[in-house]
Nanobody, 117 residues
């Protein structure tokens, strides 16, 4: 089984920065895709950023130029968030796609990010 544990959320003022980290355990492979999604109150979960085993990254338009996803090793992924906006508020969930084909996907419990104006 795969477990994903997020850390690093919190309350920050607009324009500030936060760094989220996710530690994966279990059958995560070097070729697995890892990433972050977020869910704002009353909205559907949406992509923030993903990174493949070969370090190919994909960002939501809202994250481009402000957020940076990085993979420390096969089982650790981080999200550096700069120039935060109130609309970035939400629960950020770590995501793992074991084989990069969306057939075996896992989610963390999430960490709250609140950006005050």
């Amino acid at each position: 089984q795969v477990q994903l544990v997020e850390s690093g959320g919190g309350l920050v003022q607009a324009g500030g920065s936060l760094r989220l980290s996710c530690a994966a355990s279990g059958n995560i492979f070097s070729w697995s895709t890892l990433g972050w999604y977020r869910q704002a109150p009353g909205k559907q979960r949406e992509l923030v950023a993903t990174i493949t085993g070969t370090s190919i990254t994909n960002y939501a338009d809202s994250a481009k130029g402000r957020f940076t996803i990085s993979r420390d090793n096969a089982k650790m992924v981080s999200l550096q968030m700069n120039s935060l906006k109130p609309e970035d508020t939400g629960v950020y969930h770590c995501y793992a796609d074991l084989h990069g084909n969306r057939r075996n996907t896992y989610w963390g419990q999430g960490t709250q990010v609140t950006v005050s104006s």
